[in-house]
C-alpha cells in the first residue's frame, strides 16, 4: 500500500469511527426510550411484543430507506435485532400480574431447567412460587394446600404417574397444568386425577430463549377454561403466541416435528461420529448452510440426553413416523445404487411440487439467516 493510500484510508475511518460512536449514542438513546415505554407497559398491563406497531414501524422505515437509498432490509434487520434487545430489556420491569388474589404458584419439577424459567417469569409478574422438587415430597401437602395453580414439569416417562400419584387432592379451585411435550397423556391423567381447571401446554422453545416475545406456547384445553383464563393472559403478557390445538392432533405433529426431527439429528451425529469425521475440517470447508445444519446437530449433544431419550421415546407414533422415514431413506438410496438419476430428479419434482409455494418463502427464509451465520465468521 502506498503511502497515500494509507493516509486516505485512516481519514475515512476515522470518519467511520465517528459515524459508529453517534450509532452508539443514537443506540442508547432508543435503549432509553424502550425502557421508558417497558414502565408505561408495565403499568398499563401491555404486553411486550406489540405486532402492529412492529409492522407499521417497519415499513415506514424502509419506504424511508428507499427515499435515502439505503437498502430497505438493512434497517429492516437493525430494527429487529433492536427489538430482540427491547423485549430482553422490558423484562427486567417485570409484567403486569394478571390474577393478584390467586395463591401460591407450585411449580413440581421447578428445578430443572423448563420449570425454573417459568418460576421466573411468573415471580417477575409478581407470584409468589415455591418449588417441589423430587425430594420435597413432605411438604408438599401443606403447599398445595395455598396453591392457586400446580404446574407439572417433569421427564415426561413420569409425568402421568406423578400426576395419579401425588395430585389427586389439591384445592377444587386450583388450576392444574403441565408443560409436557406430549399433551393427550398427560390431559388425559390431569382429568381423571383432578375435579378442578385443567389446562395442557406446551411450551414450543428451550428454556434459553432469554425473552418470550414471539415463542409459541401450545393451549390444549382441559376443563374450565373461565378459571384459567388468567394464565393464558398471563402467559400473552410475557409476548408468546398461544396456538390452541386438540391434544391427539398436536402430539400427531409432535412425531415429525421433534420425535422424528431430533432422532434424524441424533443419527446424523452417530454416524459423524462413527466415521470419525474431522470437525475442524468439515468447519474449514463447509458453506454456511452446512454449518447451520452442523450446529443444529451439534447443539443437541450439548444437551441432557435424557430429554431426548424422554421425547423420542414418548409416542409409539413416534416409533412409526421414524420407521417410515427410514423406508424412504432406503427407497432413495435404491435410486442411487441403481444409479438411476431420472428417478431421483422426478422423486424430486414430486416434493418440490408438495411444498408448493412453502419452498420459495423457505428460500427467502433461510437466506437471512445463512447470511447471519456469515456475518458470524471472523479471521
Ligand atoms: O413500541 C413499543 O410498544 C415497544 O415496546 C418498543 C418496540 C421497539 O423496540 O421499537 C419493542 C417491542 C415491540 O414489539 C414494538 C416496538
Keep these: 500500500m502506498t503511502e497515500k493510500t494509507t493516509a486516505e484510508l485512516e481519514k475515512l475511518r476515522g470518519l467511520i469511527d465517528g459515524v459508529d460512536n453517534q450509532l452508539l449514542h443514537l443506540l442508547r438513546k432508543r435503549l432509553d426510550l424502550v425502557a421508558q415505554v417497558g414502565a408505561v407497559k408495565h403499568a398499563a398491563g401491555l404486553p411486550i411484543y406489540a405486532p402492529a406497531r412492529e409492522a407499521a414501524m417497519l415499513g415506514k422505515r424502509r419506504e424511508e430507506a428507499q427515499a435515502m437509498g439505503v437498502n430497505p432490509q438493512l434497517i429492516e434487520d437493525v430494527l429487529r435485532r433492536l427489538m430482540r434487545e427491547s423485549y430482553l430489556s422490558e423484562k427486567d420491569v417485570g409484567f403486569k400480574q394478571i390474577k393478584p388474589d390467586l395463591g401460591q404458584i407450585v411449580i413440581i419439577g421447578g428445578k430443572g431447567q423448563l420449570g425454573r424459567l417459568f418460576a ?17 415430597w413432605q411438604v408438599a401437602d401443606s403447599l398445595f394446600a395455598g396453591a392457586g395453580l400446580v ?114 439429528s441424533f443419527v446424523y451425529g452417530l454416524n459423524l461420529c462413527r466415521e470419525q469425521a474431522d470437525i475442524d475440517s468439515l468447519l ?62 422426478s422423486r424430486f419434482n414430486e416434493v418440490a411440487s408438495w411444498f408448493g409455494d412453502y419452498a420459495a418463502q423457505f428460500q427467502r427464509e433461510s437466506r437471512a439467516m445463512l447470511q447471519s451465520v456469515n456475518d458470524m465468521k471472523t479471521g
Design 284 to 345: 474449514e470447508f463447509s458453506s454456511p448452510i452446512y454449518r447451520l445444519e452442523l450446529a443444529m446437530v451439534g447443539r443437541l449433544f450439548a444437551q441432557d440426553p435424557l430429554l431426548y431419550a424422554d421425547i423420542i421415546f414418548a409416542q409409539q407414533g413416534s416409533l412409526e413416523a421414524i420407521a417410515d422415514y427410514l423406508d424412504n431413506y432406503r427407497e432413495a438410496l435404491a435410486l442411487l445404487q441403481a444409479g438411476d438419476r431420472q428417478g431421483f430428479i
Design 151 to 264: 404446574l407439572v414439569t417433569v421427564p415426561i416417562g413420569s409425568t402421568c404417574e406423578l400426576i395419579r400419584s401425588r395430585l389427586g387432592s389439591l384445592p377444587k379451585d386450583c388450576v392444574l397444568a403441565d408443560l409436557t411435550s406430549i399433551k393427550e397423556a398427560p390431559l388425559n391423567a390431569m382429568l381423571e386425577t383432578h375435579n378442578g381447571p385443567v389446562v395442557g401446554l406446551h411450551p414450543m422453545f428451550g428454556p434459553d430463549v432469554g425473552s418470550l416475545a414471539k415463542q409459541v406456547v401450545v393451549v390444549c384445553h382441559g376443563r374450565g377454561q373461565t378459571q384459567y383464563q388468567w394464565l393464558l393472559e398471563q402467559i400473552g403478557i410475557w409476548g408468546a403466541r398461544l396456538v390452541e390445538a386438540e391434544a391427539v392432533r398436536h402430539d400427531k405433529a409432535m412425531q415429525l416435528v421433534q420425535a422424528m426431527r431430533h432422532f434424524s
Design 120 to 136: 421466573q417469569m411468573f415471580s417477575l409478574s409478581g407470584y409468589r412460587v415455591q418449588i417441589l422438587d423430587k425430594d420435597d
